[in-house]
């Protein structure tokens, strides 16, 4: 629940603006600079505003070191241009935001939020308003533009003009964003391409889509990442421009064609307009791949049956047997095998419309009932944005359709489905991703999206969202030998990127081989993880035939996996090197990490923090693709070699 409570005595370069809650405009346009400071709690963190030449701007240190030079503020709409020429009307007086919640799906169940939040007041030469709110925690800096204009009664957004100036020497590790429009049937974007790491802030991303969110950097001994939160449909989701020229990033467009068929591309609204929020986490690399920004950010959860949002493990056929077993019999195994192997649900996946047929599912509904294992469908969003074919297609497109249909799928027995094949990042697209789960939940139906966009935190608004792909995952690497062999330094880099905040349906966990591919890595980094990786439901993508080949030691191991995690902290790691991270379930502490180096590896791990626990430590054998556990005790230091492109799972 989110609480206010005003600050009585906060540091501030202004002291007028700290604790007066409006500044005359004269005063204000009167003033040749006026600069206001707001710190986090634990005071580490300080957002400096300053208002100069009709311009409001930023910066942010830590511990009085700068992490973002002077960086712009404001939008530009139709009618409205609210970047320039501005004067400060007011400053409210600070205040404590506190909020608690609870998630289902993520590195943790409960959490708790506390930042320090302060709103400012400008106006144009037209005297035309806008408010930019600040909230600074001990994690990061959050900020997002409320524009309640009268004299607007259409606000329509035309250029968010807000900047991320990074220092000189600063480094970046980020995902370029594909062109719409290009990729197999015109299905990009999907943010599914490869990372480029520790390059020089400022580097221009190699497509004029620029750059996708969560974009990570390092300044010295600081760490940031860039991302937004609350998206409700109302604005389009944004990334990073192409040109960053000195290290000033802006906030990019999607382009034209990401939007729902005649939709709109960019914000427009009656009444009051306001943003996403801005957010930046920042801190030691510990302090970042901790936070929970992503979701503190995000709007509460709408009200949805707890007893149907069910986290669990997914057998699915297609990514390893593709197309070809998408027919009864298989997934009728399939179902057996999610059964034995102590699973949730089996995911069948495209053209089961059409090469086993609703009749044919509601048997194996029925049939799936009889194991305790709940189905999850495919559909294809699409109608006319893209070229593919898979079908259902074109069925989720109206309140109308998606109403029939998940009544339908909800008699039948049906847990979910699985939606690929969206448009991009346009308004339009963003409302039509919420309309879908909106239906969905009224229905109660569990939603994957694949295909797809980042999530932004929808998990906490909407419980009913379990997972989303929004990577280049497992599927690309079996279909060409160089994303495989990329794989390895690709997987280090999520647990700072894209599975930072938000669930990611990369669909791990290969024990066996690959048709027609070689594959990178070894068993050991294969099982770590099924413990790295967030997702509400995860789709292990190996087959009964690979799962064979283990120990009955790692079967069991599959079998008992947690669904859902208590608590995580990074342990050790480097992006797209190697990653350490310990997840808890109960009083029971996993601890994964990957080698995403072609070298072997040798970590002293502090684990201080799980006490003076015993386990058992599974890794790679001294043969290829096998294993070898033995005990360990959590000593303050816990000394593990892991082999290249290996792995290892300490379970205490």
Sequence with gaps: MLKTTAITALTCAVASLAVTPAVSAANAASATSIAAQLRSPDNHIAVTVNMADGKLTYTIARDGKPVLLASDLGLQLAGADLSNDLTLTASSAPRIVEDSYHMAVGKRKDITYRANEQTWSLQNAKRQKIDVVFRVSNDGVAFRYIVAEPSLPLKKLVQERTTFALPQGAKAWMQPMSVAQTGWSNTNPSYEEHYQMEIPAGTKSPTMAGWVFPALFRTGATWLAISEANMDGSWQASRLAQDSSGGKYSIGNPMPAEVYTNGGLMAEVEGTLTSPWRLIALGSLATVTNSTLGTDLAAPAIAFDKALVKPGHASWSWGILKDDATVYDVQKQFIDYAADMQWDYTLIDADWDRKIGYEKIKQLADYAATRNIGLILWYNSSGAWNKTEYSPKSQLLTHEQRSKE???????????????????????????????????????????????????????????????????????????????????????????????????????????????????????????????????????????????????????????????????????????????????????????????????????????????????????????????????????????????????????
Excluded at 616 to 644: E, H, L, N
């Design 406 to 652: 998940f009544k339908r799928l909800r008699e039948i027995g049906i847990k979910g489905l699985k939606i690929d094949f969206f448009a991009g990042d346009g308004q339009s697209m963003i409302a039509y991703y919420l309309d879908i789960l909106r239906d969905a939940a009224d229905a109660g139906l569990l939603i994957n999206f694949h295909g797809a966009t980042l999530p932004r935190g929808w998990q906490r608004t909407w419980p009913n969202l379990m997972t989303m792909e929004s990577i280049k995952g497992f599927e690309f690497t079996t279909f060409a030998q160089a994303d495989q062999d990329k794989m390895p330094s690709h997987a280090a880099m999520l647990p700072f990127t894209r599975n930072l905040y938000d669930p990611m349906d990369f669909t791990p966990v290969v024990f066996g081989d690959i048709p027609n591919i070689k594959r990178a890595s070894t068993n050991g980094f294969e099982l770590a993880t099924s413990v790295l990786y967030l997702s509400g439901i995860q789709h292990f993508v190996e087959i009964p035939a690979g799962m064979a080949t283990v120990p009955a030691y790692i079967k069991k191991f599959m079998q008992d996996l947690p669904r859902s995690w208590d608590d995580s902290r990074l342990v050790e790691g480097y992006p797209g090197k190697y990653a350490v991270i310990a997840r808890r379930s109960g009083d029971t502490w996993f601890i994964a990490g990957i080698n995403g180096s072609g070298q072997e590896k040798t970590l002293a791990l502090d684990l201080s923090f799980v006490g003076k626990k015993q386990g058992v430590i599974f890794t790679d054998g001294d043969q290829p693709r096998s294993f070898s556990q033995r005990s360990i005790a959590a000593g303050k230091k816990v000394v593990v070699t892991v082999k290249p492109h290996g792995g290892f799972v300490i379970q205490l």
